[in-house]
């Protein structure tokens, strides 16, 4: 029997019955929904709106049936949705008191309520997946501080850089997305319950009490909007979607990096795959895969914002929409950033091979225009006397390395004896000490900042 079969004739068709449910999924939110009436019975009676006894029978049935649930004696089927569900199991255990627990209540406020305790919780089992993360790479780039290695742009190498600062790079992404996280709790912490169906309620409730007894900020300021906002769950998508493209950026690099092309970093064994025709190979699966995930959960996030988009106020069945993408976003999200941690862990890094890389194609290029410049010549006149210094070892099969003094005063006088460790990778790397730059002790101050960050994120 349906929760509001009253005024019906005909039971629902089982085809309309189906289409209708969300038990199958949102089954996932029944310890929220119980946390919720627990809170609920408990300021009713706070209130007098239900007697002491009605509570304790309320309280008592609602713990078995968690306790039941968790023990996996009581399997979630045969109703509609969770809140149907429990509230049912609770009248078919304790009888008439459990008919007392959806008084000044409605599902919409309690959908509302459940979701956002849930998504709360998985916010920050999400940032706390994202602080090993960002400690993972700290610990990389403290193991890395000594070795240099190529930095890029568009691909093609352009100045030497430390090691440390390129791990510290994908540090600063996922603290942001931690700290967006945070940030988002902020948002998701507000409680609709107490909006009813969607104009409030005329019993003498106090939402102070649910409030604090499920460690909301604050409650919601207006019923039509508490049992309407879903704001949350696309700012939730968004966060996760952020992630997935910081962990994709990364998973790009590692593809790149562990070719043979590159050869700077080793897969671990145990994160590779093989091939069942080529017996050679060794492929980057885990990579491709949170790579190609990225897609779906920038689906989710698309969505819910089409979902949201055109719903009058206030409660629509509409909304039922928006668990499923959640749900699966949080799943692909969590898992991604766990087996990036774990293989990340065990990757290693190839350091001879990124040394030679990084003193390869000019890369001190800049140093030199740089040295001339802070010799007086204008950057721009210095730019193009390096150039054509380029130019000439390109055409006599030189490097600015091995090039001699004299070809250097060949291309301008103001060159001495010290262009010559200048143009070494490791000087040019450390020569570049501005905050955030490549040198080890930017790079060593960076590894500082990061921990201190990580360590002060609230949440
Ligand atoms: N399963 C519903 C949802 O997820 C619960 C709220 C139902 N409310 C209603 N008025 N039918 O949105």
């Given at each position: 029997?349906?929760?509001?079969?009253?005024?019906?004739?005909?039971?629902?068709?089982?085809?309309?019955?189906?289409f209708n449910?969300s038990?199958?999924?949102?089954?996932?939110?029944?310890?929220?929904?119980?946390?919720?009436?627990?809170?609920?019975?408990?300021?009713?009676?706070?209130?007098?709106?239900?007697?002491?006894?009605?509570?304790?029978?309320?309280?008592?049935?609602?713990?078995?049936?968690?306790?039941?649930?968790?023990?996996?004696?009581?399997?979630?089927?045969?109703?509609?949705?969770?809140?149907?569900?429990?509230?049912?199991?609770?009248?078919?255990?304790?009888?008439?008191?459990?008919?007392?627990?959806?008084?000044?209540?409605?599902r919409n406020?309690?959908v509302a309520?459940?979701f956002?305790?849930?998504?709360?919780?998985?916010?920050?089992?999400?940032?706390?997946?994202?602080?090993?993360?960002?400690?993972?790479?700290?610990?990389?780039?403290?193991?890395?501080?000594?070795?240099?290695?190529?930095?890029?742009?568009?691909?093609?190498?352009?100045?030497?850089?430390?090691?440390?600062?390129?791990?510290?790079?994908?540090?600063?992404?996922?603290?942001?997305?931690?700290?967006?996280?945070?940030?988002?709790?902020?948002?998701?912490?507000?409680?609709?319950?107490?909006?009813?169906?969607l104009?409030?309620?005329?019993?003498?409730?106090?939402?102070?009490?649910?409030?604090?007894?499920?460690?909301?900020?604050?409650?919601?300021?207006?019923?039509?909007?508490?049992v309407s906002d879903r704001d949350?769950v696309a700012?939730?998508?968004?966060?996760?979607?952020?992630?997935?493209?910081?962990?994709?950026?990364?998973?790009?690099?590692?593809?790149?990096?562990?070719?043979?092309?590159?050869?700077?970093?080793?897969?671990?064994?145990?994160?590779?795959?093989?091939?069942?025709?080529?017996?050679?190979?060794?492929?980057?699966?885990?990579?491709?895969?949170?790579?190609?995930?990225?897609?779906?959960?920038?689906?989710?996030?698309?969505a819910i914002l089409t979902t949201i988009k055109g719903v009058p106020l206030a409660y629509n069945k509409d909304f039922q929409e928006d668990k499923e993408g959640l749900?699966?976003?949080?799943?692909?999200?969590?898992?991604?950033?766990?087996?990036?941690?774990?293989?990340?862990?065990?990757?290693?890094?190839?350091?001879?091979?990124?040394?030679?890389?990084?003193?390869?194609?000019?890369?001190?290029?800049?140093?030199?225009?740089?040295?001339?410049?802070?010799?007086?010549?204008?950057?721009?006149?210095?730019?193009?006397?390096?150039?054509?210094?380029?130019?000439?070892?390109?055409?006599?099969?030189?490097?600015?390395?091995?090039?001699?003094?004299?070809?250097?005063?060949?291309?301008?006088?103001?060159?001495?004896?010290?262009?010559?460790?200048?143009?070494?990778?490791?000087?040019?790397?450390?020569?570049?000490?501005?905050?955030?730059?490549?040198?080890?002790?930017?790079?060593?101050?960076?590894?500082?900042?990061?921990?201190?960050?990580?360590?002060?994120?609230?949440?």
């Open positions: 029997m349906k929760l509001w079969q009253g005024r019906f004739a005909t039971p629902i068709a089982a085809d309309a019955d189906a449910e038990l199958s999924f949102d089954k996932k939110l029944y310890k929220a929904d119980i946390t919720a009436s627990l809170a609920h019975s408990e300021m009713l009676c706070r209130c007098n709106v239900i007697s002491e006894s009605d509570k304790i029978a309320i309280h008592d049935g609602l713990k078995g049936i968690l306790s039941d649930i968790e023990n996996g004696t009581l399997i979630i089927e045969g109703q509609e949705d969770i809140h149907s569900f429990v509230e049912n199991e609770l009248v078919c255990r304790i009888g008439e008191a459990g008919k007392r627990l959806h008084t000044a209540r409605s406020d309690q309520t459940d956002r305790l849930y998504v709360r919780e998985s916010s920050k089992e999400i940032i706390s997946l994202l602080k090993n993360l960002v400690a993972t790479l700290v610990d990389m780039a403290q193991k890395h501080v000594h070795h240099i290695m190529p930095g890029y742009t568009h691909l093609r190498k352009a100045q030497p850089i430390n090691c440390a600062q390129y791990f510290n790079a994908y540090s600063e992404m996922f603290l942001r997305d931690a700290q967006r996280f945070c940030d988002g709790l902020k948002r998701i912490n507000v409680m609709p319950l107490g909006s009813g169906a104009a409030g309620t005329s019993y003498p409730i106090d939402r102070e009490i649910t409030r604090e007894l499920l460690a909301f900020d604050c409650v919601s300021q207006n019923s039509l909007d508490g949350f700012e939730y998508l968004f966060d996760c979607s952020l992630v997935m493209a910081h962990l994709s950026r990364l998973c790009e690099d590692t593809i790149l990096y562990t070719s043979t092309e590159f050869g700077f970093w080793e897969m671990p064994d145990a994160y590779s795959t093989g091939s069942s025709i080529m017996p050679q190979k060794k492929n980057p699966d885990i990579s491709e895969l949170v790579r190609g995930k990225t897609g779906r959960v920038y689906g989710h996030l698309m749900f699966d976003a949080e799943k692909t999200v969590k898992d991604c950033i766990a087996i990036y941690t774990s293989m990340l862990q065990q990757i290693t890094l190839n350091v001879k091979r990124m040394e030679i890389a990084a003193a390869e194609d000019f890369t001190c290029a800049t140093d030199v225009a740089d040295y001339l410049a802070k010799r007086g010549v204008p950057f721009r006149t210095a730019h193009g006397v390096v150039g054509k210094i380029v130019r000439y070892c390109l055409d006599e099969n030189k490097t600015l390395e091995n090039m001699s003094l004299a070809e250097y005063k060949m291309h301008c006088e103001i060159f001495e004896e010290d262009i010559l460790s200048v143009v070494k990778a490791k000087n040019s790397a450390n020569a570049r000490t501005s905050v955030g730059g490549s040198s080890r002790a930017s790079a060593r101050a960076g590894i500082k900042s990061i921990k201190s960050r990580l360590k002060k994120l609230r949440y």
